[in-house]
């Protein structure tokens, strides 16, 4: 259950980065630190590798993480080295984030500086209290969480056109998306990224007739089958 869940709290924290869930700043600040003792990683990177940089460009040369920057293609072995190539790729623009906020703004490198300790600190102190059940309740899904994170962004664009104002992103139209807060109406969501995620249907609904039918999924999971398991044979 928690390794499924992790792909939801994946999409909740994509969607808090993208509309804070409060209105007070204190209760956002909370629910980031909170966020990232399930995601495995504080959100800070979310504006600058997500809003400024993948929602700017969509996948296109000057996204720095887009999916194909390594390899060509949407198959199994793209899939699984993508959470690793988005590091590699992404690794320096956050360096400079971090480096410019130690410079520039010492509260926001404080922040970030918070998260990390408060999310190594809970993790040693869980594999303290007893190893084996931190690796497996804990750190396990951390992982998960991280991996559905980067994988999503090769999920969704894969294959697709990056240079259509339309055909951009791919959209999962099934059951997935109750599970994963409506990130399936991917371009509905790309379209208006602020946009509350409870609205991206009607948002999807909105420009369907503009988006080519085979960018649009009806399950989840016949898409993962017949793009990386039933292709390779």
Known sequence: ASMTLSFTVSAMH??????????????????DAWFTLFQGHPGYVFKTMH????????????DITRTD??????????????PIEFVIAASPTIAIRVSDAFRKDPRDF????????LLISVDILLFWLDWKSAIYVVLLPQAAAMFWLLASNYLQHAHACAD?????????????NPLVFNVGYHTAHHHEPDRHWSD???????????????????????????????SIF
């Open 69 to 82: 920057r390594f390899r060509s293609g949407n198959d199994l072995l793209g899939l699984l080295m993508h």
């Open 51 to 62: 809003i400024e940089n993948h929602h700017r460009f969509h996948n296109r040369e000057p």
């Open 164 to 176: 259509s104002e339309f055909n951009h992103s791919r959209n999962f139209l099934g059951l997935i």
């Open 110 to 117: 404080a922040l970030i500086a918070i998260h990390y300790l």
């Open 14 to 31: 994509h969607n808090h980065s993208h509309r804070p869930i409060w209105r007070p700043r204190f209760l956002n600040l909370a629910t």
């Open 200 to 230: 991206l249907p009607a948002g999807h609904k909105a420009i369907a007739a503009q988006i080519s039918p085979v960018l649009n999924e009806p399950s989840f999971i016949w898409y993962l089958l017949r793009v990386f398991f039933l």
